[in-house]
């Protein structure tokens, strides 16, 4: 944990648990727990599971032209943003390609909360805001606890007051066990799911608290890693790892465009002026690959960047896989070559263990319509 500067107040109860704390983005994060980890998926897709996320990067942008600068830093129309919604974002470049993906939060008029992973959202954001009446600031004080699952919300809804009301990626300032904390209905696990952001203290208590009240409900905790599972069923990227940072192209630097990961959909319809348009919409039609689904004929998940082949040439690699023991599928993330993205191209994966035969899938596999994460009541 060399690389770590940054801490959750969590810590030690993710070492009770059996974690190390192995380094992601600087903090010392649960990658690992004493148990098995089909059971804590199984878990969030069946009832719920507790989650420190708190390694995500917070980071509030107040002042005067704090629209202005995520404006020019994002793809998404803010203004369009109201006090409590939030969006989906991505960051480019100068040469148009994706740097970064984030959750903006409007506070109030002129504040705003951007959240975003290991990328260098908060250098851009930092950057940009140089002669601007505007303030960034990171907040690691702030902690995240991700409640991700169909029971989480009746478990809420014993403690918070219209909780139940609260749309997909809509947040509220409210209470928690007595203690002050912003709930959003976002996650990332394709079910219906919150993230409660506390201060540091009480992280603590609230963890503590639902930990033992939700017992009863089958709510356990659960380990960052699970995501990895649960991200392949619902078509969730992770950077850097479905990226060209971890799977460079010959003769090429780092990065891959909108149009490739198939998030061309976080642009506002008829944006321009932020970092990187020109570039993003001029490569529109030039994919070098596609991220798709792969869907293998085996029992057991893909290889952590397995090559994909078809009549015995490469044309992919699997970024992400699994084996779900509710669905009984093994499936996965793959970047493809664009002619192979077709659903039903069969392909051939090569474990360490053998030949797998497999067909492209589109994405996600689970809930395509996100009927679940979205769902009222």
């Known amino acids: 944990m ?3 500067w940054r801490f959750s107040t969590l810590g030690d109860r993710h070492r009770a648990l ?8 600087g903090m010392g994060t649960a990658w690992s727990y004493d148990k098995d980890a089909d059971e804590e998926y199984v ?10 996320v708190s390694g995500l990067k917070k980071v509030h942008i107040t002042g005067a032209h704090a629209s202005h600068l ?43 909360m951007v959240v975003h992973g290991s990328g260098s959202g908060h250098e851009e954001l930092s950057r940009a805001s ?21 029971l989480a919300v009746d478990y809420l809804a014993k403690h918070v007051p219209g909780i139940r009301d609260l749309n997909y990626f809509h947040h509220m300032q409210t209470q928690l066990f007595g203690l002050p904390v912003m709930i959003s209905r976002t996650g990332y696990t394709g079910e219906r799911g919150y993230e409660i952001f506390c201060r540091g203290q009480d992280a603590g208590n609230i963890w503590d608290t639902i930990v033992e009240e939700g017992k009863s409900m089958g709510i356990i905790p659960t380990r960052f890693t699970t995501l990895d599972m649960l991200r392949v069923e619902s078509y969730l990227l992770f950077y850097p790892y479905d990226n060209s940072q971890k799977y460079p192209f010959a003769n090429e630097g780092p990065g891959d465009t909108l149009w490739e990961l198939g998030l061309d959909f976080t642009v506002s319809p008829g944006k321009t002026g932020f970092r990187g348009a020109e570039e993003h919409y001029r490569l529109k039609g030039k994919e070098r690959f596609k991220i798709f689904g792969v869907l293998l004929d085996s ?9 994909i082949y078809r009549d015995g040439k ?7 896989a699994m084996y779900s023991p509710l669905v009984k599928k093994s499936m996965g993330i793959a970047r493809l070559d664009v002619d192979c993205a077709i659903v039903g191209t069969p392909l051939e994966i090569r474990n360490t263990s053998g030949t797998v035969k497999a067909t492209a899938q589109s994405l996600p596999f689970d809930d395509p319509k996100k009927l679940k994460r979205t769902a009222k009541g």
């Open 314 to 320: 490469k044309v992919g690699v699997v970024t992400c």
């Open 18 to 25: 059996g974690s190390k704390l192995e380094d992601w983005s």
């Open 43 to 52: 878990a969030i897709r069946t009832k719920a599971g507790l989650m420190d």
């Open 130 to 150: 140089i002669g601007r009446d505007v303030s960034v600031r990171f907040d690691d004080n702030l902690h995240d606890l991700s409640l991700q699952g169909p």
């Open 70 to 112: 995520l404006d020019l830093c994002t793809t998404r129309d803010v203004e369009k943003i109201y006090p409590g919604k939030s969006v989906y974002a991505c960051m480019l470049n100068d040469a148009g390609k994706f740097t970064d993906d984030c959750v903006i939060y409007r506070i109030s008029t002129n504040s705003w």
């Open 2 to 4: 060399t690389a770590s």
């Open 299 to 307: 029992d057991k998940p893909a290889d952590e960047g397995a090559e």
